[in-house]
């Protein structure tokens, strides 16, 4: 309701429906999506509307404010003008350079701005933290870091200290926060800290489908990706022990008239063999919007064999010990790959279409290296049981009551839905958390 996500309610076992009133209209796809709708269905493989926190319309100001700060007129006073100030989505620019007019959802425009306009935020930039001090009572007092415009050492106090600098980041502050009292790093008595890390599950596979050529022009300006997608489906052929892995991915899926670049240019040649001059405009005016682009997004199981560590002989230019990475892949995620690779041909096929190159089998070589897909989690997990995790379900540190993880390094698994909006919505729950502690002054 403050993010503002669009998507549809399916009652699929994957996409549990949200509550009434949560999710705004999705937009309405391309003539490529439709497309792979159509085949895709054929095929058994559902699309449908995909998730995604941009604003299809107005949020509703007038009510919100009140359901998220009870009993806090100021609050709701400021939120209610900064939700009337983001406008609905103009369906004509590339999201990932940022939105000007706040219609795609990110904290830098959305979080940050109403915390501002409170006067009780303090940004402090080109600060590297890398360690978070300790009192003698065995608190977080705060942190040590380095002013990257002057190279000078300098502290921050705090009563509570809450880390969110990215899962490996964090990991790097809590190992480097090494003192007699915790020689093996900070909250690291379970020796967890730096385990279990974990990224989506990624294959792609793009194609070309002559049904798509030389279409008239028509305007194409759309959601920046995944005005459809497709969740996982194949729940009773795993259960039968028909697949050969565990857990599941999703499908993202592009195509469309787009900004022409090298897919519509020196990309065809797989398909024309090279031409030059007037045969050449003419291909690309023929091909340009026939491609399309299957991206699969799978589920991580934890392992042992996947974690960081400090290195100790290397240093970034800050003086700081960096981070070395160990990754090992299962079975279950090659397999996962080795699927999506498939699956995609499939499709691409079913329209009738041609993939660029055939589809991958060996799931080693399927699967993109760990670490590419940038969806990196865990590293201090949380969970019940204070020798196995890093925090428990408060994103709150077992070993520092006032020391909070809010990034994805808490994530236990890795599900395969962009993790993004679970990061805010664990850091929102624990922000709640922790205000009411310190409303009761046990912070
Ligand atoms: S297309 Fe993306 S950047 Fe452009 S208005 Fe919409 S959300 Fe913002």
């Known amino acids: 309701m403050l993010s503002g996500v669009y998507g549809s309610n399916e009652g ?28 895709a269905k054929r095929l058994g493989i559902p699309v449908i509307p995909g998730h995604r926190a941009v604003l299809t319309q107005p949020l509703d100001h007038r009510g ?25 989505c103009l369906w004509a620019t590339p999201c990932g350079r940022g939105c000007s007019i706040r219609a795609n959802y990110q904290s830098t425009t959305v979080h940050l701005p109403p915390a501002l306009s409170s006067g009780n935020l303090d940004i402090r930039t080109d600060a590297m933290v890398h360690e978070v001090t300790l009192g003698r009572d065995g608190r977080a007092s705060g942190v040590n870091f380095i002013d ?29 926060s090494k003192s007699a009292r915790s020689p093996q790093g900070l909250a690291n008595s379970s020796g967890k800290v730096g385990r279990y890390l974990m990224d989506t599950v990624g294959s792609d596979v793009s194609g070309q489908v002559p049904l798509l050529e030389s279409l008239p022009p028509l305007n194409e300006d759309a959601a920046d990706g995944h ?46 063999g090279g031409s030059y001059g007037l045969k050449f405009k003419q291909d690309a005016r023929r091909y340009y919007g026939s491609f399309v682009y299957f991206d699969g997004r799978g589920e991580m199981i934890p392992n042992e064999n996947s974690y960081c560590e400090v290195d100790p002989k290397v240093r970034d230019k800050w003086g700081i010990p960096v981070l070395r990475f160990h990754w090992q892949w299962s079975e279950h995620e090659r397999g996962q790959a080795a699927h999506m690779q498939r699956t995609f041909v499939d499709i691409i096929e079913a329209m009738g279409g041609k993939p660029r190159d055939p589809p991958q089998t060996d799931g080693a070589k399927a699967i993109a290296p760990g670490g590419s897909i940038i969806h990196e989690v865990g590293g201090a997990i949380m969970g019940s049981d204070p020798k196995a995790s890093v925090t428990n379900r408060w994103c709150q540190t077992w070993d520092v009551d006032n020391l909070f993880i809010t990034d994805g390094a808490v994530f236990a698994s890795n599900a395969d839905k962009n993790p993004t909006l679970t990061i805010m919505a664990l850091a929102w729950r624990a922000a709640d958390h922790i205000l009411e502690r310190m409303r009761r002054k046990e912070l």
């Open 148 to 176: 990257r415009t002057s190279g000078k050492q300098q502290h921050a106090a705090a009563r509570v200290v809450i880390l969110a600098a990215s899962a490996c980041e964090t990991v790097r502050i809590l190992l480097n």
């Open 64 to 88: 919100t404010p009140a359901r998220l700060h009870p009993g806090n007129e100021t609050a709701q006073r400021i939120l209610a003008e900064d939700m009337r100030a983001r406008t609905a």
């Open 12 to 39: 699929l076992e994957n996409t549990p429906n949200s509550p009434p009133g949560c999710l705004l209209p999705p937009p309405s796809p391309l003539v490529s999506d439709r497309l792979i709708a159509q085949r």
């Open 227 to 272: 005005q459809l997608y497709v969740p996982w489906w194949l729940y009773q052929e795993q259960q039968a022990g028909k697949l050969g892995f565990a857990r599941g991915y999703h499908i993202e899926f592009n195509g469309g008239r787009r900004m022409p670049g090298y897919g519509t240019a020196a990309g065809i040649e797989w398909l024309t």
